[in-house]
């Protein structure tokens, strides 16, 4: 698949995932196998631009072609402006944020609230495109199925998406009303798949390799795009693409490349976030990647009262020798289906601040 000039790596996506998908996850997740990855949400709002958040998702020293950046807002002219800030700062992709279901803005409902006002809606991407295309740079966009139950608008709104000049659609199969409970549907994908020419990207729920090959085969999409179940294992990637290679299962990763591909992630982590932020925001990953082990919660509970990133670190380290020792690999992906699809916004209490 080419956006733009560039090539994308295979059709494994990492879904935009606010506090989550910063650029160390990213890294991981395209070195797990992912053919593309998408930032964080960056706000529209020029007054938050200077805050220690949004310069940390607006760098992207050393991250990998084609950086793609989402940006999100309520207003025309500020989303053109914050599309050509992070072009600016290295951003090569564009993405449009009408995916998220919640977050306010200058008291204006941001996200995949957009899709009820499809007039908005559609300014928005007219103006984002024509920053964009002045610089020769792709938009992209990630919605819902609609906003509600009775008002899925998803294919009308792809139409008029894709004839403004947005040159992919990633649709996760909920709508903005759902949040995330309830579970991914598909036929709406499919029918946006059927109704535009661009490429279409679905989302939703996609927690192993087998409902990987079955959503790809039901909506007929180009992609599919993994947010959830990609963390604490960002290899995801690698074990669903060689299933739909080889149609067999990759064997798990071994423990002790888990350990050092945890520790490493953490020491970007810190690298990225300073010692007081970074300690408590690698707890949630830590959590991640022990959840389904053998004391994995016991460890978790007791690495939360760490505050100091060495100790946190050595901790980790820890944790997996005495783990190396009962057992060799991994636990089997089946065995992560339910606690692939729990939702935690991390950074998201504040309202008037995008995360
Ligand atoms: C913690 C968290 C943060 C999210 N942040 C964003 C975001 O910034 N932008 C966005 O478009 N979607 C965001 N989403 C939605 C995901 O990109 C994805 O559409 C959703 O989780 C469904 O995919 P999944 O079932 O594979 O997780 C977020 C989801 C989660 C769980």
């Not at 957009?114 to 007039?119: A, G």
């Not at 549907?185 to 996609?206: H, L, M, R």
């Not at 959503?215 to 963390?231: E, F, K, N, P, S």
Request: charged share 25%; with cysteine.
């Amino acid at each position: 698949m080419k956006l733009g000039p560039y090539v994308l790596a295979n059709r494994l996506f990492a879904a935009p995932m606010a506090g989550v998908t910063d650029r160390p996850f990213r890294r991981l997740c395209k070195a797990g196998g992912a053919g593309y990855a998408v930032s964080e949400m960056v706000t529209s709002r020029r007054d938050l631009w200077d805050s220690l958040k949004t310069s940390r998702r607006a760098n992207h020293d050393g991250e990998e072609a084609p950086i793609a950046v989402q940006i999100a807002g309520t207003d025309a002219l500020m989303m053109a402006e914050a599309a050509a800030y992070n072009i600016d700062r290295g951003a090569q992709i564009i993405d449009i944020n009408m995916g998220c279901p919640a977050k306010k803005v200058c008291n204006k409902w941001a996200g995949s609230a957009l899709m009820q006002d499809e007039p908005l809606a559609l300014a928005i991407v007219q103006a984002v495109v024509a920053a964009c295309a002045a610089r020769g740079v792709p938009v992209t966009l990630k919605m819902r199925t609609g906003w509600a139950e009775s008002h899925k608008n998803a294919v009308g709104l792809a139409r008029q998406f894709e004839a403004a000049g947005v040159q992919m659609l990633t649709v996760h199969g909920r709508t903005r009303e759902q949040g995330y409970k309830g579970q991914a549907e598909y036929d709406t994908i499919a029918e946006v798949k059927a109704a535009v020419a661009v490429p279409v990207v679905a989302n939703g729920d996609i927690t192993t390799p087998e409902k990987a090959r079955d959503v790809l085969a039901c909506t007929g999409a180009d992609a599919v795009m993994i947010g959830r179940a990609a963390q604490g294992r960002p290899w995801i990637f690698r074990e669903i693409g060689h299933f739909l290679e080889t149609g067999t299962h990759l064997a798990q990763p071994l423990v002790v490349e888990v350990k050092r591909l945890l520790l490493d992630h953490l020491l970007d982590h810190y690298a990225l976030y300073g010692d007081f932020t970074g300690v408590r925001t690698a707890r949630k990953h830590i959590g991640w990647y022990v959840r389904v082990l053998p004391g994995g919660e016991a460890f978790r509970a007791r690495m939360n009262r760490i505050e100091d990133c060495e100790a946190q670190w050595r901790a980790v380290s820890e944790f997996f020798d005495v783990l190396g020792e009962s057992m060799d690999r991994m636990p089997a992906l089946a065995g992560l289906a339910g606690a692939a699809v729990t939702v935690r916004h991390a950074d998201s209490k504040k309202e008037g601040e995008l995360t």
